[in-house]
């Protein structure tokens, strides 16, 4: 066993960066074929990414492959047909109905480029084609809300 001193050596920092951008806030839509249905942003990029929806003291953040048709799914959960996605879509659909009905402004944010940066240069850019690399973001973005705040994703909720 060889052990290594390290001890006169500085220690790397890390960092990342991720650039979050804003969407219109979500409306209802009014259509009394689907009561639910909601306007979400217009210009949502079909890139890999990282989203969250806001309200004063809640929030939830995912990931996905393209954010545009993620983003639809919420908007038109009772429509959609895709059993693996259905609770979730319904239930972020009904909390941001329900936080528009009680007066509640929704904010979107999304995020497309992110870089990781070491001892302040760019050490590496995260490609967000990968799962794990938009994971991260969404890990980062989620760390790093306020406490009072609640999260409607259920695996980040405090227990």
């Not at 480029?113 to 050490?123: M, Y």
Request: with cysteine; hydrophobic share 30%; charged share 25%.
């Amino acid at each position: 066993l060889e052990r290594i001193d390290m001890s006169n050596e500085t220690p790397d920092q890390y960092e990342i960066c991720a650039t979050w951008l804003a969407g219109e806030p979500a409306r209802l839509a009014n259509d009394s074929s689907s009561p639910y249905r909601l306007i979400l942003s217009k210009g949502i990029p079909t890139e890999a990414g990282v989203y969250c929806f806001q309200t004063d003291n809640e929030y939830y953040v995912g990931e996905t492959k393209n954010l545009q048709k993620r983003l639809n799914q919420y908007a038109n959960a009772g429509m959609v047909d895709h059993p693996v996605k259905e609770y979730t879509n319904r239930t972020i659909q009904r909390k941001i109905y329900e936080a528009l009905k009680s007066n509640k402004s929704v904010k979107l944010s999304y995020c497309v480029s992110a870089v990781i940066v070491c001892n302040g240069k760019t050490f590496k850019t995260l490609d967000f084609k990968e799962k794990y690399h938009r994971t991260l973001v969404e890990s980062l973005k989620v760390s790093t809300r306020p406490d009072e705040q609640k999260s409607w994703n259920k695996q980040h909720q405090k227990s």
